[in-house]
């Protein structure tokens, strides 16, 4: 196989269809809108991302990077039980969020919809780690902003030819 960028027309595609899926699963799921805003400078001290790997017409991965107060806000919004600290159930909320989005984005492509497998979430958190991802023709890095907090949507992928 022979890894494929694609056209401006076709990345501006993938990025408003990122922007509709964030919005969609925060709507739906935590009855929020998740409007993308210029990149923010609420950096947090302690991190977390959740990683989908895609895999078909598609390969690369999706990942969700968010700051402890804005994970917790998700796990919130998802349980309606407020957590004290970053942990397994807010862990495990970042990991369906991601992958709910991930889900919603494909789907809104013909192509990826049939042709694009996602992996279970991984969920690294902390705050000193760097992740790393192949070089890839397609790079896609869109912050949102639900409420008062900023997350930031990741994709690093190519098409399978």
Same mark, same amino acid.
């Given at each position: #196989?022979?890894?494929?960028?694609?056209?401006?027309?076709?990345?501006?595609?993938?990025? +408003? *269809?990122?922007?509709?899926?964030?919005?969609?699963?925060?709507?739906?799921? #935590?009855? @929020?809108?998740?409007? /993308?805003?210029?990149?923010?400078?609420?950096?947090?001290?302690?991190?977390?991302?959740?990683?989908?790997?895609?895999?078909? =017409? $598609?390969?690369?991965? $999706? @990942?969700?990077?968010?700051?402890?107060? =804005?994970? #917790?806000?998700?796990? +919130?919004?998802?349980?309606?039980?407020? /957590?004290? +600290? @970053?942990?397994?159930?807010?862990?495990?909320? $970042?990991?369906?969020? !991601? *992958? #709910?989005?991930?889900? =919603?984005?494909?789907?809104?492509?013909?192509?990826?919809? !049939?042709? !694009?497998?996602?992996?279970? /979430?991984?969920?690294?958190?902390?705050?000193?780690?760097?992740?790393?991802?192949?070089?890839? /023709?397609? %790079?896609?890095?869109?912050?949102?902003?639900?409420?008062? %907090?900023?997350?930031?949507?990741?994709? !690093?992928?190519?098409?399978?030819?």
């Amino acid at each position: #196989m022979t890894a494929v960028a694609a056209t401006p027309a076709r990345m501006a595609r993938l990025e +408003e *269809n990122l922007d509709r899926a964030a919005d969609e699963v925060f709507s739906t799921m #935590m009855g @929020v809108r998740c409007l /993308p805003v210029p990149d923010s400078a609420d950096a947090e001290r302690e991190v977390l991302s959740a990683v989908i790997g895609l895999a078909g =017409a $598609m390969s690369g991965s $999706m @990942v969700l990077h968010s700051g402890s107060r =804005a994970a #917790m806000r998700i796990a +919130e919004r998802l349980t309606g039980i407020e /957590p004290g +600290e @970053v942990d397994a159930v807010v862990r495990d909320a $970042m990991g369906e969020v !991601c *992958n #709910m989005v991930a889900g =919603a984005w494909k789907g809104f492509d013909g192509t990826l919809a !049939c042709g !694009c497998l996602l992996s279970t /979430p991984t969920v690294v958190s902390g705050s000193s780690y760097e992740l790393f991802t192949q070089r890839a /023709p397609i %790079r896609i890095e869109r912050t949102y902003r639900f409420e008062e %907090r900023t997350i930031t949507f990741s994709i !690093c992928c190519e098409f399978s030819s």
